[in-house]
């Protein structure tokens, strides 16, 4: 098991730091850290460095020593993004979790036609504030110190311009009367951006799928069954990373 994940705005530049806050509370009172335990702070960009605990006080402060130069994680050669339709309930914090937990580079909420769910005004930022959230959490678990982008809610146009821009783009849909592209099997780009469109259970519009078809988009099918839109991403997001080399 690598060391626990806390976030920093800053890296420290010496040798020794105090994690104090919210984090430190987790790091003392929920993880009940020791001295002589390691730690990795992260400012959840990419950027890293491991410490030791030598002391923890208190109910909320953690005193760190030893730490290791920052480090700093490379970027990888293709990013991959979801653009998740969004779901019912708690579904989306959800999918989230689990598509931060696989390894997702970035996640688009999408405001589809047939989505029973509406982000409008202050629940709207409510909701995409627990999907950044979430994303957080889910990367500290998960020991990731680049957390995925959860980009503002976006429309059937706006998701339109991002697949004109990818790489490699797909819409994930399964109709016996649509054609569709096993994406087990699809030639991917060696580097870039891969941009996959997940909709809502009620499925992608025929309008929104002729709208992302002239942006450039692929349709693909993940297999013979139906997934939830929930998990759909996650799923699709390990069979990439597996496909592109990023989990060998």
């Known amino acids: 098991m690598t060391a626990p994940v806390f976030v920093v705005e800053q890296l420290p530049d010496g040798p ?46 953690l005193v760190i020593t030893d730490l290791e130069p920052v480090h700093e994680e490379t970027r ?42 509406q982000w409008k005004g202050d629940r709207g930022l409510k909701s995409l504030a627990k999907w ?3 994303a957080r959490e889910a990367g ?16 059937t146009k706006q998701v339109a311009a991002l697949l004109a821009t990818a790489d490699f783009a797909a819409v994930l ?3 016996r009367g649509y054609a569709s592209e096993p994406l087990a099997t699809v030639d991917l780009p060696d580097k870039g951006e ?17 709208v992302f078809a002239a942006a450039g988009a692929r349709t693909c099918r993940l297999g013979p069954t139906v997934l939830r ?9 390990a069979l990439l990373l597996g496909r592109t080399g990023r989990w060998s």
């Open 229 to 237: 839109t929930s998990t759909a991403g996650t799923a699709a997001t």
């Open 132 to 134: 950044r959230n979430t």
């Open 194 to 210: 891969i941009v996959l469109v997940v909709g809502p259970e009620g499925g992608v519009s025929p309008e929104e799928l002729a």
């Open 140 to 155: 500290k678990q998960s020991r990731r110190v680049r957390f995925p982008d959860v980009a503002d809610a976006a429309t």
């Open 16 to 61: 020794g730091f105090v994690l104090e806050g919210p984090e430190g509370r987790h790091a003392v009172s929920v993880k009940r850290l020791h001295a002589g335990e390691n730690v990795v702070l992260t400012d959840g960009r990419g950027r890293w460095a491991e410490g030791v605990v030598s002391a923890a006080e208190g109910k909320d402060r």
């Open 173 to 175: 849909h399964e109709d």
């Open 76 to 117: 990888p050669g293709v990013r991959i993004t979801v653009v998740q339709a969004l779901p019912k309930g708690d579904r989306g914090e959800v999918a989230v979790e689990t598509m931060t937990e696989t390894g997702i580079d970035s996640i688009v909420p999408w405001q589809a036609a047939r989505c029973i769910t």
